[in-house]
Nanobody, 126 residues
Framework: QVQLVESGGGLVQAGDSLRPSCAASGRIFSNYFMGWFRQAPGKEREFVAAISWNGARTHYADSVKGRFTISRVISRDGAKSTVYLQMNSLKPEDTAVYYC???????????????WGQGTQVTVSS
């Protein structure tokens, strides 16, 4: 069974840090692009960051460059892949539900991703 499970969201103050993670079970994810997206109330889901299967390529939305860092760890047997999103200097406008996604090709577009997690809430108070 393949699935993506996010955790590590929470309520923090502006300027604080959080590091949500996404556990991807299923060997196919070991060579997939992994991405983080977010959706604030009343807004469309938007790209945040993405990383290639080997970590060689990363992409960031302009709004998070220099503050967020995406990384991934793949188990030795390739059965599990964990993706992290280190979020520093958080701002109230970062408040959203953060979703993990996976796809063989991936990229920065929401509609390019085949698998999605259920999301984790991140709330930043001013």
């Amino acid at each position: 069974q393949v699935q993506l499970v996010e955790s590590g969201g929470g309520l923090v103050q502006a300027g604080d840090s959080l590091r949500p993670s996404c556990a991807a079970s299923g060997r196919i994810f070991s060579n997939y692009f992994m991405g983080w997206f977010r959706q604030a109330p009343g807004k469309e889901r938007e790209f945040v960051a993405a990383i290639s299967w080997n970590g060689a390529r990363t992409h960031y939305a302009d709004s998070v460059k220099g503050r967020f860092t995406i990384s991934r760890v793949i188990s030795r047997d390739g059965a599990k892949s964990t993706v992290y999103l280190q979020m520093n200097s958080l701002k109230p406008e970062d408040t959203a539900v953060y979703y993990c996604a996976a796809d063989p090709i991936g990229g920065t577009a929401v509609d390019k991703y085949s698998y999605w997690g259920q999301g984790t809430q991140v709330t930043v108070s001013s």
